[in-house]
């Protein structure tokens, strides 16, 4: 695979699954979520592009998604028995790689932070703003729509800014033997115009029978090759890299973009390469979905 290319203020408490997750500092924070995708929070079935209904603020207060892709609000049950016991509401987000394409703007993008995260000098390119914060914290929980193997399914999960500029990247894919995880990071000791290197880890082997709570925990850091990624599945910390940082900053891909370093406000779920129609509905289901920009990593 080429992997070329691209509620609340400080103090806020987050409850995920019995994982405390706090967010804070002097220098202020910003968190959203957790998205239940319930009618409470103004969320109703079917297409996910521009929900949650209630929400004014746009882009960063709704889901966005111009592109085909196989993306809904969808109820839980009857539909997906195999879902009962994931401790998720009446309703969730479905995903499937029924539709796929290359493309990266038209993709699922998370409502975003007011405050972004990354490096002090980065760029945001116009698509966030509030304060520059160099901590970045999401997390979500994921499921199979079934308790059996879906041959090929597969989706991407990465910290982004709503265009495509993928700053960390988790694929997750339905094998024989559960659902596994992969974590890419990049080493580019540059300078202009160094090819990066792209370094793919298994790190986990997910169950079908209940829900799985994943969660990035990124230190954004000025200068080269020094950022910190942090994956926990289940609460357990299970991988430690480093950023897409130096992929932008010394990258020729990156040089007609001037090489800027890009930030991080959003999650995007992305689906690509080989299209199963058969998941047509199926797939992966995705709740508690919660984002954090903060000046303190609480989670050393």
């Known amino acids: 695979m080429s992997m070329r290319r691209y ?9 995920v699954c019995g994982t405390v997750l706090l967010f804070a500092s002097a220098a202020g924070a910003d968190a959203v979520g957790p998205i239940t995708f319930e009618s409470s929070q103004g969320y109703v079935p079917g297409d996910i592009d521009l929900q949650p209904l ?3 603020s746009l882009p960063n207060g709704k889901w966005m998604k111009t592109g085909p892709y196989d993306v809904h609000v969808v109820p839980v049950s ?6 009962a016991g994931y401790g998720f509401g009446s309703q969730t987000m479905q995903i499937s790689d029924a539709v796929t394409s290359g493309n990266f703007g038209d993709q699922t993008f998370s409502p975003g932070l007011g405050d972004e995260a990354g490096e002090s000098g980065a760029s945001n390119a116009g698509l966030s703003g509030g304060l520059r914060q160099p901590h970045f914290d999401a997390s979500f929980l994921i499921g ?3 308790s059996t193997l879906q041959p ?14 993928r700053m960390s990247y988790l694929r997750f894919e339905d094998q024989t033997d559960g659902v596994h ?5 990049v080493v580019d000791k540059g300078p202009v115009p160094t090819v990066a290197t792209f370094r793919e880890s ?7 029978d209940r829900s799985h709570l994943i969660q990035f925990s990124i230190d954004f850091k000025d200068g080269a090759a020094n950022d910190t990624v942090k994956i926990y599945i289940d609460s ?12 932008y900053r010394y990258d020729p891909e990156q040089t007609p973009q001037g090489n800027q370093v890009p930030t991080v406000d959003k999650l995007l779920f992305r689906e690509s390469g080989t299209a199963h129609s058969l998941d047509l509905g199926q797939g992966f289901l995705i709740d508690r979905v919660t984002l954090a920009s903060s000046g303190l990593n609480l989670r050393k």
Do not use: C, Q
Request: charged letters at 20%; a neutral charge.
């Open 181 to 185: 995880v992969f974590f890419f990071d």
């Open 236 to 247: 357990k910390l299970v991988k430690t890299g480093t950023t897409w940082e130096d992929y």
């Open 152 to 165: 090929g399914l597969h989706m991407t999960v990465s910290p982004d800014r709503g265009d495509g500029a």
């Open 78 to 83: 009857p539909t997906y028995p195999a879902a």
């Open 144 to 146: 199979t729509a079934k």
């Open 202 to 208: 298994d790190i986990a082997t997910l169950s079908r």
């Open 54 to 56: 209630n929400s004014n």
């Open 7 to 15: 509620l609340g203020k400080a103090g806020a408490l987050l409850l």
